[in-house]
Each structure stands twice: as C-alpha cells, then as structure tokens.
C-alpha cells in the first residue's frame, strides 16, 4: 500500500507538473499575443511616442518575463527596458533563471526575441519592437510559490496516506497477532499431549474466531481419541487376558495334579486357545488390508446375483434367531473387488444379525440415486446411541453399552469395511435409533 501511494504521488506530480507547464505556457502566449494585438498599438498617438505609457508597459512587461525594446523608423532606441530599467530587468530574469534550474537542473536559459513592427493609426510604420523571453517554460515568482506549494500539499497528502497506512497496518496486525499467538501457544500445548486446553481468545475477525474454533475442535477431538486409545488399549488388554488367565489356571491345576487331562478340560482349553487365535487373526487382517488396501483387483459384477450369494450365508444364522432376510434388489451391475468388498456385506449383514433380539426383519436393497449405486441394509435391533455414532468406524471400537458383553470381536469389523469402500471411491452413511435398529447406506460411484 506505501509503494502504491508513492506511485499515486509520483503520477499526481509528474501529471501536475505537466499540466502547470502547459498552464503557465498558455498564459504566457496570451500576455505576448495582448502586448502585440493591444498595447502596441497604443504607445505612438498624434504623431509622438507615448513615452510614459512605454515605460509602464515596459516595467509591467519584465515583471512578468517579457523583455520590450522600441525603435523608431530611424532606428533610434525609444525606450529599453535593457538600459532604462536595468537593475529590474537584470534581478528579475536572473530570478527567474535561478527558480527555474532550482525545480530542472537541465532548464534551458536561451533568450528568445522577435521583431514587431509598429504603425500610427493610418497604418503607417512608425517604428518596430524587439520582444524578448526565455525559450523555453519559465515561471515567474508568484508560479513558483504556487508549484512548491502545491508540491507540498502532495507531499503532505502522502506523508498523511503513509502514515494512516502504517497506524492501521499495525491495529490490523495486532489484531491477528494476538489471537494467532495464542492459537499457536494452543498448538504446541497439543503437541506435547495435552488435549485439554482451549483457546478462550475472541476476536473480531471472523476468519480467526474460525480458526480458533477450529483448534478447539481439534483439541477435543484429540482428547477423545487419546481417552479412546486408552479404552481400547483396556480391552484389548481384558480380552487377552480373560482367556489366557483361564488356560493358565486349567494348566497350573492339571500340573498340580489336582485335575485329571480329562478330554472335557482340554476341550475347555481349547475353546480359549481357539478365542485367542481368532483374536489375533482380525489383528492379522487389520494389518493385511492396511498395507494391502490400495491394491484392487476390479471386475465387473452383477450386484444383485453377487449379494444374495453373500447373503445366503447367512439366513442360516438369521433363522436361529428368527430373523428373516427379505431382498430389493435392483439387476445393476458395479465395477469392484469382489473378495474385498464380500467383507463389507459380510461384516454389516453379520452385525444386523449379531446386535439383533430376534424376531424381526432385515432388509437389503438395491438402488440408483444421484447416479450412485446404493446398497442399504436395514435392522430394527438394538441400535446405536446418536453420541456414539461418530466413533463406530474407529479401530477396536464398540459400543459396549448398547451391543451386550456377551458378543466377542475385537471391533474392527466396520474400520475394514470403510476402508473397502474409501479405497473404491465410495462412503458409509449409518442412520440409527436405540431400540428401533440402524441402516447402513453403502454409495459407490456408478463407473460403468
């Protein structure tokens, strides 16, 4: 903004400079053109020089920068200002010489004059007048007062602009500064782990208060999933535990000799080894598809055949419930992975099963919409807490609460699953209510 005033100075100077030279130029013109056409005329009535009247029109000529000479017809010298007023003559161009290369150091000091012939009324030639300037622009001392002064009223309406510029550039900084700073406090307090501070700063400037709340979002969020990790890491820890803690006690008495190996007892410690490996094994597979997630190997298959052959699976798992598995399937056909996405239905339609009280419905459909293909399946189970909603994709994560202690998984069902589906360009959409069951929207782009 300072360059840009400087510039805006330079081109209203240089303008200004131009347009005063043109200015002073004209009205020069017009004083010699008014000397020649008027005065002149005047100066010889009734057969004499009107000596008092060259006089007076001499001084005020050289007053204003133009030297005059009168002649006769004989070539005698009338009058000139040259030697009749000389000492005005001399300090007034001298002064006008001396103004002009104090405002141009190249200022060009030739001396111009023209001859101008006089006549009586009759229209005789009486005589003639040398009239003399400077060639080129000069100003006289009342033109230079007004150009200087005029210079500083710019300079002053800069200096003015500039330093307006500079008081609000700092108010302007201070008030980004300030908030910025403490964002910034904000961010290294997160960094070293400590998700529980806020920033309480308001500004007055939207796109920080945006920022500021932006962080302390972050921070929260930050704090749930540092408290989530620690859940997590509990139960994975209880999982692990229970199991190995029964094996280890089966063992210790059966090596104490207080148990006989009995089929019964190793069968017992079976089931746990058994709870163990399985345990391990959805670890397996969370670290498979995370280095393998990108790699798809995409056909072209006919959802409708693709999803009831997944499904068939399953309705014997239903029915032990009594859960029937009724189908809206539309005949689409979707370019995907077929082994990778069979675990989506799998792990959604095995939840609706598992997380259900029996003796009801789930419904899976097929349709277009917005040129997306959508695959809904839809419980009326148990449902999930709206609070809880947000975290169900996350890695070992249950909702204990609502999803009963008895069903055993390490949580990371759906995290595969939004995963698959990331990785084809898709999303999972979940619309749930406790007691009244969960529907899981799978949208995947039509690439046909």
């Known amino acids: 903004m300072i360059v840009t005033i400087i510039a805006i100075r ?120 040398y009239i003399g300037h400077y060639a080129s622009t000069y100003y006289m001392e009342n033109d230079v007062e007004f150009f200087y002064a005029a210079n500083r009223i710019i300079a002053i ?87 190995l803690t029964s094996i280890k006690g089966h063992l210790d008495t059966i090596i104490a000799g207080i148990w006989e190996p009995t089929n019964e007892r190793l069968n017992s410690i079976n089931e746990e080894v058994t709870r163990i490996a399985n345990l391990v094994d959805e670890l397996r597979k969370l670290a498979k598809f995370d280095t393998e997630k990108n790699n798809l190997n995409k056909e072209i298959v006919n959802l409708k055949n693709y999803i009831k052959t997944i499904s068939y699976n399953y309705e014997g798992k239903a029915l032990e419930k009594n859960i029937v598995i009724k189908y809206d399937l539309e005949d689409l056909e979707v370019l995907v992975d077929k082994e990778k996405f069979a675990q989506v239905i799998v792990n959604i339609l095995s939840n609706a099963i598992k997380y259900n009280n029996g003796n009801s419905e ?18 009326s189970g148990i449902g999930i807490p709206e609070s809880e909603l947000k975290n169900i994709f996350e890695r070992f994560y249950r909702v204990d609460k609502s999803r009963g202690a008895n069903e055993k998984g390490m949580g990371v069902g759906l995290t595969i699953s939004k995963s698959i ?23 995947l782009p039509n690439e046909n």
């Not at 789930?362 to 399946?377: A, E, Q």
């Not at 990785?423 to 619309?431: L, N, R, Y």
């Open 10 to 129: 330079f081109f209203v100077n240089t303008n200004f400079k131009n347009s005063f030279e043109k200015y002073v130029d004209d009205s020069n013109k017009t004083e010699i053109n008014h000397l020649i056409e008027f005065d002149l005329k005047s100066i010889y009535l009734n057969g004499n020089w009107d000596i008092e009247l060259i006089e007076n029109l001499g001084i005020d000529s050289i007053r204003k920068g133009i030297a005059i000479e009168i002649y006769d017809e004989n070539n005698n010298k009338v009058w000139s200002v040259f030697e009749d007023e000389k000492v005005l003559s001399d300090n007034t161009l001298n002064e006008i010489s001396k103004n002009m290369q104090s405002i141009e150091k190249k200022w060009n000091s030739y001396f111009e004059e023209f001859k101008i012939d006089i006549r009586d009324i009759s229209g005789n030639p009486v005589g003639y007048a």
């Open 362 to 379: 789930i419904y899976v459909k097929t349709f277009m919409k917005d040129n997306n293909i959508n695959i809904s399946i839809k419980d």
């Open 157 to 243: 309406i800069g200096v003015i602009s500039i330093g307006s510029i500079i008081i609000i550039s700092i108010i302007i900084s201070r008030s980004i500064a300030n908030p910025i700073s403490k964002v910034s406090k904000m961010t290294k307090f997160i960094g070293e782990g400590n998700y529980k501070n806020e920033v309480t700063y308001k500004s007055n400037i939207s796109e920080i208060d945006d920022l500021i709340n932006a962080i302390n979002k972050l921070s929260n969020e930050l704090n749930e999933q540092e408290n989530l990790r620690k859940q997590l890491t509990g139960d994975i820890a209880h999982e692990l535990r229970t199991p």
């Open 421 to 443: 589906v990331n990785a084809h360009g898709g999303e999972i959409k979940v619309f749930s209510e406790v007691n009244k069951g969960s529907e899981f929207i799978i949208i």
